[in-house]
Structures are given as C-alpha cells and as structure tokens.
C-alpha cells in the first residue's frame, strides 16, 4: 500500500509539471519575456552587432477610397505584413506540449523602423496590438492602414488617363549593413491577392500591383535598401462622359442649330450669350477638377477651348450679320426719306406755278379755249 501510494504521489506530480508545461505562460517565463524586458526592446534583436537583421515585407492594397487629383494626393487601404528573425528567443515545442507559437504584445518586441516616404499625413488605424512568435525565433507583424500619400498625376488624357501611384518602404535610420529588406517579386501573385482583398475601387479600375527596389545613398558609405509597389489604376470614363462631354457637345449644337434663328430680331444673339456662358461654367466645373501643376494642357481643356473659340466665332458672326443688316436698313430708311422729300419738294413746286382766276379756282375749260 504505502509503495502504491507513492507511485502515485510521483505520477501526480509528473501529470501537474506536464500541465504547467503547456501554457503560455511557462513559455515566457522560460524566456523571461515581459513588457519591461529591456534585451527585447531595445536595440536589434541581434546576438553580434555585425549580423545583418532581415526582415521580409509584403503589402497587398485591398481599396481605393479616393484620388484627388487637385491635391495630386492618393488615398488608399493597404495591408502589411512583415517578418523577421530574433536572436534572443527560441525553445524546445516538445518540452512545452508541442506549442510552437505564441501571440504577445507588440510591446514586448523590437520591431522594425519602416515607414512610407510618400505618406502626408499621419496614419489613424489603431496599430495591430500582437505579434506572433515561433519557437525559431521568427516574429510575425501584420497591420492595416490608410496611407494618404503623395501621388504626381499625369491628366493629359483625362478622363480617359491611367495613374501610377509609388508606395515606398525604407527604414527610418538602419542601413543596409543593419537591416535589409527583403519581399516576394512575383507581381502576378500579389496582383492576384489584392484583388480578392479589394473593397473598393470608387471610381477607378485597379489593374496591377508591382514591386520593385531601388537603393538610396543616404550617408557617405552607407546605402539603403528602398522597396516601393506601384499602383496601376484606370479611371472609370463613363460618367465624364455622360455629365462633361455630352452637355458641351449638345451646347455646341444648340450653338449651330441658332443659324436657324432670324436675324431680325436680338433673340437669337442672347440665345447664343446663354450657351457660352453654360459652356463657361462647365470649364469652371473642369478646372475645380484638374490640377493647376499639370505639366502639358489636358486633352479635355482644349477641346473645351477649341469648342468655346467656335462659338466665340459663331456669336461675333452673327454680331456682325446684324451690324451689316443694320447699316443696310438705316442706309434703306435715308434713301426713303431722300426720295420723300423729292416728292414733297416738286409738289410744292408743282403747286408755286399755278394761276389763281376768280374766286380762286382755276377753269381749265377757260385756258383751254
């Protein structure tokens, strides 16, 4: 009995020390991992000052919220995802119930110094609160963000156009020979994902996402690694069309259809002012659209100047018609008035060399005899 009785005493303790094993927590005591650990924080999780930290990045663009073509800025949803190695952190899966990652806080972790250098404004997602650690010691981040950032629009063809906007990650102060990134360059793969992530496209047609990398001299013997996706989009055209280049086109009729007014009267010259001025104000509206820094004159704008120099043309025509129709009138209204006081001067006169006889009345039966 009592010899059974500590064979079971043992095989208690061995089951509580397995189940205390199998936690969380027994990971991170074991790795002395708390949000006041400093090893972890506070410089790059490296064992020797010389190796190299690599951190992988990935972001895929899952909406287009909006393009303001003004403010040449690009507003868009993105998702990142980064990795990379720590030195400091492994353990054994087997002595701890085969538990091979972990979520902690992104407190507790040194964690890469990336930043967009097109960004203008300051990012307003809450950041993702954990991490994921595995056993190797690899570190898993991913976040959301709305990125405001810098884009130059090309508007030549607007609205038929199509922009590429740059999305450039680097590291704020690290070189190469302390941080190098690292990414997945098959475009048609993270095309492809950004697509079944997209939301949202508003009034563009996300085409492609590729990435690509470029190195920046930043000091003199130090290099940096820059990895930038670009952004291809074409812009929906259809209801420019139907609410800019139809009206002006119609304009332009009605504009024609006036040579079918008369002449005669001031309506057709006040009809003619009331289509320009509607044309004024749709290039009003166009240049509320279009950016002032653009570097050649849209396609659109001289169509709308080539539009509005016709019916400048077309109203200084009819200007001068009825400029001429009145000249030709006040020349036909003198030539009247000439021949009338002919007419009234002969029969005065006519009347002069007429001989009274008695009582004032003239017998011509006399004269005759």
């Known amino acids: 009995m009592l010899v059974g009785y500590f064979l079971l005493l043992l095989l208690t303790d061995n089951v509580t020390t397995n189940e205390d094993s199998c936690s969380y927590e027994a990971i991170l005591n074991y790795l002395n991992l708390t949000t006041n650990t400093e090893l972890f924080t506070l410089s790059r999780p490296v064992k020797h000052f010389k190796n190299v930290?690599?951190?992988?990045?990935?972001?895929?663009?899952?909406?287009?919220?909006?393009?303001?073509?003004?403010?040449?800025?690009?507003?868009?949803?993105?998702?990142?995802?980064?990795?990379?190695?720590?030195?400091?952190?492994?353990?054994?899966p087997k002595n701890f119930c085969g538990l091979n990652s972990i979520k902690i806080p992104t407190e507790t972790l040194w964690k890469p110094d990336l930043i967009i250098k097109e960004m203008v404004e300051k990012d307003k997602t809450p950041m993702s609160p954990y991490l994921k650690v595995d056993f190797e010691g690899s570190v898993e981040y991913s976040n959301e963000q709305v990125v405001v950032s810098s884009c130059k629009m090309h508007v030549y063809r607007f609205p038929f156009d199509v922009q590429k906007c740059n999305l450039s990650f680097m590291s704020l102060i690290h070189s190469d020979e302390e941080l190098v990134l690292d990414f997945t360059d098959n475009n048609s793969a993270i095309t492809n994902w950004s697509l079944n992530l997209m939301h949202t496209q508003y009034e563009w047609?996300?085409?492609?996402?590729?990435?690509?990398?470029?190195?920046?001299?930043?000091?003199?013997?130090?290099?940096?690694?820059?990895?930038?996706?670009?952004?291809?989009?074409?812009?929906?055209?259809?209801?420019?069309?139907?609410?800019?280049?139809?009206?002006?086109?119609?304009?332009?009729?009605?504009?024609?259809?006036s040579f079918l007014i008369s002449d005669s009267g001031g309506e057709k010259l006040s009809f003619k002012v009331t289509v320009m001025l509607a044309v004024t104000v749709m290039q009003l509206i166009l240049n509320d659209i279009l950016p002032s820094s653009s570097d050649k004159i849209p396609l659109i704008a001289l169509f709308c100047i080539g539009i509005f120099g016709l019916m400048m043309l077309s109203l200084l025509e009819t200007i001068f018609v009825m400029y001429l129709m009145e000249k030709d009138a006040a020349s036909q209204n003198n030539e009247t008035n000439k021949d009338s006081n002919l007419n009234k001067n002969k029969q005065s006169c006519f009347k002069g060399q007429q001989q009274p006889t008695e009582g004032g009345v003239l017998h011509f039966g006399k004269n005759l005899k």
């Open 53 to 92: 930290t690599k951190v992988s990045i990935e972001m895929l663009l899952s909406s287009i919220f909006d393009v303001r073509e003004v403010d040449q800025t690009f507003i868009s949803h993105i998702q990142i995802y980064t990795s990379w190695n720590n030195d400091h952190i492994c353990w054994e």
């Open 205 to 257: 047609l996300f085409l492609e996402l590729t990435v690509n990398k470029t190195t920046d001299h930043k000091y003199i013997g130090e290099n940096q690694t820059i990895v930038f996706y670009t952004i291809h989009m074409k812009r929906r055209s259809v209801l420019y069309i139907a609410n800019f280049l139809l009206p002006v086109l119609l304009f332009f009729c009605l504009d024609l259809s």
